[in-house]
Nanobody
Framework: QLQLVESGGGLVQSGGSLRLACTAS????????MGWFRQAPGKGREGVAC??????DVADSVKGRFTISRDNTKKTVYLQMNSLKTEDTAVYYC????????????????WGRGTQVTVSS
């Protein structure tokens, strides 16, 4: 069973930056894609970014501000978030799956517990 543990969330002022990290542990041979989703209070879950060997997807709402990267040797995926806005406030979840498309559609097999990101004005 694969476990995903997120870190790096916190409180930041508008315009600031944060970097989230997610490390996978346990059996992971079927993990091909890793990514991030978020859920703001009172809103549905939203895909933020996803990365695999062949492609990267980034939501239009964060394109140009957020960058996803991956270190396969460390089984870790990162989300560098710059120029943060109050509307980026949400719980951010790390996701992993054997399929990039399935993950990006929100159907990833493995989910972390989430890390809170709060952007103040």
């Amino acid at each position: 069973q694969l476990q995903l543990v997120e870190s790096g969330g916190g409180l930041v002022q508008s315009g600031g930056s944060l970097r989230l990290a997610c490390t996978a542990s346990g059996y992971s041979s079927d993990v091909y894609a890793m990514g991030w989703f978020r859920q703001a209070p009172g809103k549905g879950r939203e895909g933020v970014a996803c990365i695999s060997d062949s492609m990267t997807d980034v939501a239009d709402s964060v394109k140009g501000r957020f960058t996803i990267s991956r270190d396969n040797t460390k089984k870790t995926v990162y989300l560098q978030m710059n120029s943060l806005k109050t509307e980026d406030t949400a719980v951010y979840y790390c996701v992993a799956d054997g399929s990039h498309d399935r993950l990006w559609l929100g159907h990833g097999d493995y989910w972390g517990r989430g890390t809170q990101v709060t952007v103040s004005s």
